[in-house]
Each structure stands twice: as C-alpha cells, then as structure tokens.
C-alpha cells in the first residue's frame, strides 16, 4: 500500500505524521510519499522524511500515487475533485457539523475516515486525536492569559509589597479544561473549575482546584462520557454561580462544548460587566459559537477592558509537539488497518474502524453523523 502525506493548507503549521511516524509505518511495510514541504511549518524539512524511508514529491503525484491520502485539515473543494473512489482519505474534517462536505463525499463515493470520531473507548485511547490537541489548547489559552494580564499569576511577597495570586475560572472540565487547571497551578494561580459532569469534581480537586458546585445537573450514560443539554431551571442556577465567580476572576478560560451541537452560554454580556476592567477571557469554544456571548471566533474583542479572545485552534501554535500528538495519534490508527504484509485491510467489524469510518460505498457508517444527515 502507498500512504500519501500531504501539506495542510491555510493559517495550519502542523502536519499529520512526523518522521518517527514514517520510520514506523515503514517496518510495517507501507511505501510512503510526502508532499513536498509538509513538515516546513512544524520545522521538519524534506530531508528528515527522506531518511526516515519517505519519497518526497510534488502534490501531484501523491494525489496520483497514493491508495491512502492523509492530513489533518478537512480538504479544499479543489482537492475533493482529485480524490479518486479507490482512495481512502483520512483527515480530521468535523462530519458532525459539516455536513455538506460528508454529502460531497456520499456523491462521490469515497471511504472516508475522520479521526475526530474515534469513538472515546479505553481501546481508542492512543489514537484520540481530540484529547491531544485538547491538551495543548488548555495548556497554550493560560499561558496566553498570563502574557496578557496586567497582573501577576502566582502571588509575591517581596520589599515593594505583597502581591495577591490571580483568580482562574475555568468553564468546562474535560480534556483542555483539565489541563488549563494544571498549567494555571503550576503559575501559581487560585482555580476554580465548573462542569455539569459529576465525574469532573474529583479529577478537578486532585488537581489542587475548586469545584463550582452547582446542585440540579442532566447526565446521560449514553453520551458517552460528554455533557448533554441542560434544563432552563438548571441554566439559570448555573448562570447566577458563575456570574458570581467570573466576577472575583481575572481569569475565564472557557472550554465546554456538546459534540455536534452549538457551545452552552456561560458567559453573558451582563456577566462580562461585572469583570473587573484588565482580566482576561480565552474562549476555547469560539468555533462552535463560544461559551462568551462577546466572542468573536479568531478575533480579540476588548470589551470594557476586558480582553475576549476567540481561539479554537492553539495547537497550530505549538506545531512541533501538537505534530508528534496527532502523528502518533494518527500511526495507532493507521496501524489498525494495515495487514501483515502492508496491504489495506478494513474490518468493519471493528468497532474503532466503523467508528471512525463516515462514507463508505456510498453509505455512511458512523451511526451520529448518520442520525444528523438522514434527520436534516
Ligand atoms: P468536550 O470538549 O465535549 O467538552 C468539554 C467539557 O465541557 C466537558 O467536560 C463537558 O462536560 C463540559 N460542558 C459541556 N456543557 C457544559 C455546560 N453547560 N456547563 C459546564 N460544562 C459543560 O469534552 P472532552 O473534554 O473532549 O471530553 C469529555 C469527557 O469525555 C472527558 O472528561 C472524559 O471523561 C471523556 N473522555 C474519554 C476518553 C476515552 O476514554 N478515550 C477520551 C477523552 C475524553
């Protein structure tokens, strides 16, 4: 089989596999072509691919050459009408939100796979693209908070004075949520941290935060380990709780989200007016709609002196280690379906596989994106 790597587009720095990865997918016999320039912005040259074992080639030729095509961005319309049926395209392209490319795909009869469905078993664990990215958001949105703020994280007892530690919110506990805990503790900082999942309360005070406790919450076996809709009564506790935090907070990260749906209002513009003049909002969830009702997706916002920060794609700001995340990431994934002897193998049977697989022989067969398209 021949895997093709390709250079993401636009405003993206990283890339799908690093060397380590081709060296890897080389002892499992897979021949490997990499667009020319792939790694440039995650600071990996040609070179490095070529002595891991890759070919490195014109974009052409891996649309040519390639059984198997793979990056992390969803494609240009440009490229869909390069895909041909017998290739396999991987990439992480949001089936649950972007329906019309998953109807382009349907019409076209591709296999696709969307690495942002991995379904969230133990199993999956190593090939969960959404908890590592989620990892370096919340690690990235508090350290741009701390460059930000007027003031100091940790607290200071010098000569000039005693400084007082900054006040974290943080909006949500799951992935990125729990690594902005850690990242803002580590600076020194007093963290609160709000989720409607129960499971959260303790991983949150292991990591030296508090929990906003707030009585009343809808949970769902069902959904998988994610938060679901809550009710208008539970809205309205919660909206007073929070409030009442973000005001004493110089600090709101706000990272909660519902898959396939629009982010939960956490933050209205009354609760932003009554944050103190200087503090700091990073909202994680600016691309599904945003948890602040002030944010502007890919844009600052300074509303009263509050900074508002709309940023759902940090990981293209740390290219290097968000690359080596999803690269290994990717390789568990990839090795999932490749034989023995290097050849295509797809078990549907298997739950990872048919999890993650959205468009096959002009059927789609992850059972969300399915319920969404056929409900639309
Ligand atoms: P996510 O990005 O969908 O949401 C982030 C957080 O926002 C979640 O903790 C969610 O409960 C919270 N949230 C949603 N609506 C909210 C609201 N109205 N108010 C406050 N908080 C709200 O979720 P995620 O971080 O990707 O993962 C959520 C959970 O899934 C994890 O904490 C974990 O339990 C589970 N998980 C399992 C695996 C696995 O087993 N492979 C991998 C990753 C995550």
């Known amino acids: 089989m021949i895997l093709g790597l390709l250079k993401e587009h636009g405003e993206e720095t990283r890339v799908a596999?690093?060397?380590?990865?081709?060296?890897?997918?080389?002892?499992?016999?897979?021949?490997?072509?990499?667009?020319?320039?792939?790694?440039?912005?995650?600071?990996?040259?040609?070179?490095?691919?070529?002595?891991?074992?890759?070919?490195?080639?014109?974009?052409?030729?891996?649309?040519?050459?390639?059984?198997?095509?793979?990056?992390?961005?969803?494609?240009?319309?440009?490229?869909?009408?390069?895909?041909?049926?017998?290739?396999?395209?991987?990439?992480a392209f949001n089936p649950l939100m972007d329906s019309e490319l998953v109807r382009e795909f349907l019409k076209k009869g591709l296999t696709t796979f969307s690495l942002d469905s991995i379904p969230r078993t133990s199993r999956a664990q190593a090939m969960d693209i959404l908890s590592s990215m989620a990892t370096v958001s919340g690690h990235k949105a508090v350290l741009e908070a701390a460059l930000r703020l007027p003031t100091f994280f940790p607290m200071f007892m010098t000569a000039a004075g005693t400084i007082r530690p900054a006040n974290v919110l943080i909006l949500g506990a799951g992935v990125a949520g729990l690594q902005a805990i850690a990242t803002a503790r580590r600076l020194g900082a007093q963290v609160q941290a709000f989720d409607v999942r129960s499971a959260a309360k303790e991983e949150v005070k292991s990591l030296g935060a508090k929990f906003v406790e707030v009585e009343g919450a809808s949970e769902d076996k069902a959904a998988g380990g994610y938060a679901v809709e809550q009710t208008e009564e539970f809205k309205k506790k919660q909206q007073q709780a929070i409030n009442d935090h973000a005001?004493?907070?110089?600090?709101?990260?706000?990272?909660?989200?519902?898959?396939?749906?629009?982010?939960?209002?956490?933050?209205?513009?009354?609760?932003?007016?009554?944050?103190?003049?200087?503090?700091?909002?990073?909202?994680?969830?600016?691309?599904?709609?945003?948890?602040?009702?002030l944010t502007k997706d890919n844009e600052t916002v300074v509303y009263n002196g509050v900074t508002i920060i709309g940023q759902s794609n940090y990981p293209a700001q740390m290219s290097l280690d968000a690359s080596r995340m999803f690269g290994k990431n990717a390789f568990n994934f990839l090795k999932l379906i490749i034989g023995e002897a290097g050849e295509l193998n797809l078990n549907f049977e298997d739950d990872i596989v048919r999890g993650t697989c959205i468009t096959h022989q002009k059927e789609i067969l992850n059972e969300r994106v399915k319920s969404i398209i056929t409900n639309a």
């Open 17 to 91: 596999l690093l060397p380590e990865n081709i060296k890897a997918l080389a002892d499992l016999k897979v021949n490997i072509l990499v667009e020319e320039h792939a790694g440039e912005n995650a600071f990996t040259s040609d070179q490095l691919y070529i002595d891991a074992g890759a070919k490195v080639v014109p974009r052409k030729t891996v649309f040519e050459e390639a059984d198997l095509l793979l990056q992390i961005q969803s494609p240009l319309k440009e490229d869909i009408a390069l895909i041909k049926e017998k290739q396999i395209w991987i990439s």
């Open 247 to 293: 005001a004493k907070s110089n600090v709101v990260i706000c990272t909660a989200q519902i898959p396939g749906r629009k982010a939960p209002l956490l933050l209205p513009k009354e609760a932003v007016d009554n944050m103190k003049p200087g503090s700091v909002i990073i909202d994680l969830a600016a691309s599904t709609g945003g948890n602040c009702e």
